[in-house]
């Protein structure tokens, strides 16, 4: 079955960096696009940023130049470059295998990241 196990997060400071990993198994990972949302209390659930498996990304304007999102199809793996880090980053961070034409979208567990002052 799918399974989506995200890593990384903790506590920072503001300017801080921190990378996110998500292990993916249960799929053909190089075919899927993913992505990384994020949720703080009393929020929707947004998207941070979007890789597709053709390597094309896409970014919230609230992260544009502080983030990266990668994949690396040999680990299966999907990461997202934090930097720069604001208290308003603070959230749990999801990765998700994006919904195409033979797959509905998964969710993995989250992982917390808090930036503090």
């Known amino acids: 079955q799918v399974q989506l196990v995200e890593s990384g997060g903790g506590l920072v400071q503001p300017g801080e960096s921190l990378r996110l990993s998500c292990a993916a198994s249960?799929?053909?990972?190089?075919?899927?696009?993913m992505s990384w949302y994020r949720q703080a209390p009393g929020t929707e659930r947004d998207l941070v940023a979007r890789?597709?498996?053709?390597?094309?990304?896409k970014y919230a304007d609230s992260v544009k130049d502080r983030f990266t999102i990668s994949r690396d199809n040999a680990k299966n793996t999907v990461y997202l470059q934090m930097n720069s880090l604001k208290p308003e980053d603070s959230a749990v961070y999801y990765c998700?295998?994006?919904?195409?034409?033979?797959?509905?979208?998964?969710w993995g567990q989250g992982t917390q990241v808090t930036v503090f002052s």
């Open positions: 890789v597709t498996a053709g390597r094309t990304t």
């Open positions: 998700y295998k994006d919904r195409d034409s033979t797959s509905v979208g998964y």
């Open positions: 249960g799929f053909t990972f190089s075919n899927s696009a």
